[in-house]
């Protein structure tokens, strides 16, 4: 997964899956995880890291659905034969006083479609895992 950059924004980030055989070459793109809250895709290329690609001439305006920046997939046994695979997000500028090393996290479970093709991400406020 990759996506669009930005230096401590609260807008966020997408989230591009692709696909290869071999780490180093022939990348095939296959889905977007995160469009912006409106339903949109964000834009491909943006110059500046200040521009909000939700909303280009408002950087308070429509965040990404999980306003926050890519940092890393864990997987968590759920069953005896299943994993859930749970992606975690910094989320800037989203604590309440203002100081950066108070700002929360965005953890959301990767749900998949029928051909193991992951789903469009939701925001959830809170779920309940049962962990083994």
Partial sequence: MLG????????GGDARTFISTNPLINWTYISELDYCADGKASLDHLDGQNINPCSLNDPYGTNFTVPAQQFNVATLPILSEETLYMYYRERFRSSYDGIKGHDFQAWIPIEFMENDIPKPMKFYNNFTLNIQ
């Fill in 4 to 11: 669009v950059d930005c230096c401590f924004c609260q807008w």
